[in-house]
């Protein structure tokens, strides 16, 4: 699986938009960018994937770089109970099944 | 919809004793993966299977530990003789069947937290 840099922690203001930005120049054709959440003593949740175009849902928005060497996770507005480690990941479509899971974005929510 | 159960959530275990990490998954997932995380640490992953088979082990340690995914009930992950450095969080994820070729999503149970004294 190819590698994704994303910055260790990132603060927001509750009800403010966040951008968590995520780069990864070595990704493949057939990989979809992925993005977890992981709240404290929880598992992973899913938040959104893409593979080219933009995608929004319910969560989130992704937004993909053309040249699809970064994305940006857009939280619309935060909550506290946003607070979590923030998880890029790419996932080729062609082979194996599991997601490789890097540090993550932790994301501080301030009130 | 009941989502991926695990048990049991806590599970402490003495130094040479043997664990098992039980997982349910999701009604009608037919792929289960398990993942461990150590302390103030990232996610590995350990093994992938489906009903009855193995079909990826790659994070597995070669001793001690086997995991299974029978016909009827929950997949079952095993740990002989654990050490204390088995201590993690075990988190155990579903799919449903032809995610290959569809890029499904993982759904995650909460964990068991292993303990070893």
């Known amino acids: 699986d190819a590698k994704t840099t994303q910055p260790n922690s990132m603060e927001s203001n509750e009800e403010e938009p966040v951008h968590l930005p995520c780069n990864h120049s070595?990704?493949?054709?057939?990989?979809?960018i992925h993005w977890y959440r992981q709240l404290p003593s929880q598992g992973p949740e899913y938040v959104i994937h893409?593979?080219?175009s933009n995608v929004n849902n319910r969560m989130a928005s992704l937004a993909i770089a053309e040249d699809r060497k970064s994305s940006t996770l857009i939280l619309h507005r935060a909550t506290l109970r946003d607070a979590a480690v923030y998880y890029c990941?790419?996932?080729?479509?062609?082979?194996?099944?599991?997601?490789?899971f890097g540090p993550g974005t932790r994301l501080s929510v301030l009130p | 919809n009941a989502g991926v159960m695990q048990n049991p959530r806590h599970l402490v275990r003495r130094r040479g004793q043997e664990a098992r990490l039980r997982c349910s998954p999701m009604?009608?997932?037919?792929?289960v993966y398990w993942y461990r995380q150590l302390p103030e640490e990232g996610l590995k992953f350990m093994v992938y299977?489906?009903?009855?088979?193995?079909?990826?082990e790659s994070g597995m340690p070669k001793e001690r530990f086997s995991a299974e995914f029978p016909k009827e009930g929950p997949s079952i992950l095993r740990i002989q003789q654990v050490v204390r450095g088995d201590s993690a969080a075990y988190f155990c994820?579903?799919?449903?069947?032809?995610?290959?070729?569809?890029?499904?999503?993982?759904?995650f149970g909460s964990g068991t937290q292993l303990s070893v004294l």
């Open positions: 299977l489906q009903k009855e088979n193995i079909i990826d």
């Open positions: 994820a579903s799919s449903p069947p032809n995610s290959a070729t569809t890029n499904e999503k993982l759904f």
């Open positions: 893409g593979l080219t």
């Open positions: 070595t990704i493949s054709g057939t990989d979809y």
């Open positions: 990941i790419l996932r080729d479509n062609n082979y194996g099944q599991n997601l490789v």
């Open positions: 009604k009608g997932h037919s792929h």
